[in-house]
């Protein structure tokens, strides 16, 4: 479909490993966001794309997170020394940015990420 | 900084019945507000927004949400209910982020459904 995809679609890993999760947004979206939601609580904003901009990280949660995206495409979310509380799904969602805060947010399915 | 609340952590509905979801927004100007559906297994839906106009907002599957200034509230509301419609709700404020927005959401209400 033309949705937003994300990879994989479970993880499990050990304490202490690093981690890459992965989001392919709508074609032509030159906005992409990640999430995180953790059992029971809400979505946290993690990061912000918009195009060739420097991404907005002002929600993620420590230096052991980071994202890249390359051009207006894929993008990948990088958890290093993963920790327990880290243990949630990660939801990526494109838009397609036009400087207005009403556009729709398209979400994926998300990783589910269990951290041993 | 932008946010809001939902109240509810779970609402149980019979079949049919009539549904009001409620949302308290802490923004000082006009906020954007949304309304997210979760299913099982399945990922976020927007249902409808508001940001500006006619404060009685329709959305899909038949929801509606109406923006009350006064209460700070933008509750989502639906006449008859469906057993499809269980799932968790979220509402959402849209905050400055760069050059752009993301969304701040509430923590979610899960709606269980009733024959």
């Known amino acids: 479909g033309a949705g937003v995809s994300q990879s994989p679609s479970n993880k499990v890993t050990e304490k202490g490993k690093d981690v890459e999760l992965r989001c392919d947004p709508i074609s032509g979206h030159t906005a992409l966001y990640w999430y995180r939601q953790r059992l029971g609580q809400g979505l946290e904003f993690l990061i912000y794309f918009q195009g060739n901009s420097a991404p907005d990280k002002s929600g993620l949660p420590s230096d052991r997170f980071s994202a890249e995206r390359t051009g207006e495409s894929v993008s990948t979310l990088t958890i290093q020394r993963t920790q327990q509380e880290d243990s949630a799904v990660y939801l990526c969602?494109?838009?397609?940015?036009?400087?207005?805060?009403?556009?729709?947010?398209?979400f994926g399915p998300g990783t589910r990420l269990l951290v041993l | 900084a932008q946010s809001v609340t939902q109240p509810d952590i779970h609402i149980t509905v019979s079949e049919g019945a009539s549904l009001e979801l409620r949302c308290n927004y802490s923004?000082?100007?006009?906020?954007?507000l949304f309304w997210y559906v979760q299913s099982p297994g399945q990922g976020l839906q927007l249902l409808l927004k508001y940001f500006s106009g006619d404060t009685l907002v329709q959305g899909i599957k038949g929801f509606e949400a109406e923006f009350k200034r006064s209460q700070s509230s933008f509750n989502l509301r639906k006449p008859s209910v469906h057993w499809s419609d269980a799932a968790e709700y979220f509402c959402?404020?849209?905050?400055?982020?760069?050059?752009?927005?993301?969304?701040?959401f509430g923590k979610g209400t899960s709606l269980l459904v009733t024959p």
């Open positions: 923004y000082g100007a006009t906020p954007y």
């Open positions: 959402a404020v849209g905050v400055a982020a760069n050059s752009g927005y993301a969304l701040n």
């Open positions: 969602a494109s838009s397609s940015y036009l400087g207005a805060p009403s556009e729709t947010q398209y």
